[in-house]
């Protein structure tokens, strides 16, 4: 969408507590917003309070969107607005774009045609504005290719060159990292970013020992085959799975490659063409699932087999 900008240093790294747990879930949204990843201290040093608090509210138009996509695209374009560069606070660059997402115009408009921007920015919109412009980025992101779980085609849309992508991805990753750590692999001491990942967990949990059966659904069953186990334990969360593991993948959010894994994640296996298994990611590298004939729902490594990718079903609600 524009070109890149020079971006200033980093500040002091200030550490926060991880919230977990259930208990957790209302404060850690009241302080960040939506969005599924948890800030890095990368992330606390470096994006100015009201810009991430912009980032992680503006992700939960998206489903499927993490507050960090838009946030690496904020530092990427115009270190959160901190660029003196021409086009970000007035006038417009070289390429013709402008404000803290540097949108051009038609793009800007583009989106105001699509859709309603929550209030809170400029009447009437501007691109200038840090609220407007980071809910428009949200936005077109979702149009040209999140909504359908391609992350790097969204961020090829914004702008057209591969080098970006990787660098978007990479910037992202950096404001993620917390995240990699949280989640304990422990039936005993679950730890999960939301209440409805966590309700997932929890029920998945209590199955443990339950035969594998082709095509079950539960105790009713005599037991669950992998996608029927997923199934089951996300409708305790509130959340309707389709009923197989190819269905399950394609219903999506993808979790883009590249981003960790979170506590409540799916995790799939075999090929786009074959997606033969299923898991529910618990952390520590571990997934309950349930395995194959003759075993029972377990605990075991999610990287011992044929791993194709992620799912985040309770990022799709917004919890």
């Keep these: ?28 949204s009241a302080v960040f917003g939506g969005g599924s990843s948890q800030p890095s201290a990368t992330a606390l040093a470096d994006i100015p309070a009201d810009y991430l608090a912009l980032y992680r509210a503006a992700a939960g138009v998206c489903p499927g969107l993490d507050w960090t996509i838009l946030a690496a695209i904020g530092k990427i374009e115009t270190d959160h607005g901190r660029s003196t560069l021409p086009g970000v606070s007035s006038g417009e660059n070289a390429a013709h774009a402008a404000g803290p997402m540097q949108f051009l115009q038609a793009s800007f408009d583009g989106v105001l045609a699509r859709h309603q921007l929550p209030p809170g ?8 504005n840090p609220h407007d412009a980071v809910y428009a980025a949200a936005f077109y992101l979702c149009d040209n290719g999140v909504s359908r779980g391609d992350v790097r085609a969204a961020i090829f849309s914004y702008n057209h060159a591969d080098w970006y992508v990787q660098e ?112 529910l990611y618990i952390g520590g590298g571990l997934m309950i699932d349930a395995p194959d004939f003759g075993q029972v729902v377990t605990i075991e490594s999610y990287a011992e087999r044929d791993y194709l990718g992620a799912t985040r079903p309770a990022g799709s609600v917004g919890a």
């Design 121 to 128: 920015g400029a009447s009437p919109p501007s691109r200038y």
């Design 168 to 279: 978007v991805l990479d910037q992202a990753k950096k404001y993620a990292a917390a995240a990699a750590v949280v989640g304990t692999g422990d039936c005993n001491a679950i730890q999960a970013l939301n209440a409805r990942a966590l309700a997932a967990i929890n029920y998945a949990c209590g199955q443990r020992g339950l035969p594998y059966v082709w095509g079950g659904n539960g105790v009713q069953d005599g037991g669950f085959d992998c996608s029927g186990l997923t199934k089951a334990a996300y409708a305790a969360a509130g959340i309707t799975l389709p009923r197989t593991a190819d269905t399950q993948y394609r219903a999506g959010p993808l979790v883009a490659s590249g981003q960790p894994l979170l506590p409540g994640d799916l995790v799939f296996f075999g090929t786009l063409a074959n997606i033969h298994h299923v898991g």
């Design 1 to 28: 969408m524009t070109g890149k900008v020079a971006v200033a240093g980093l500040g002091v790294i200030i550490l926060i507590p991880v919230l977990i747990a259930a208990g957790m879930t209302s404060v850690f």
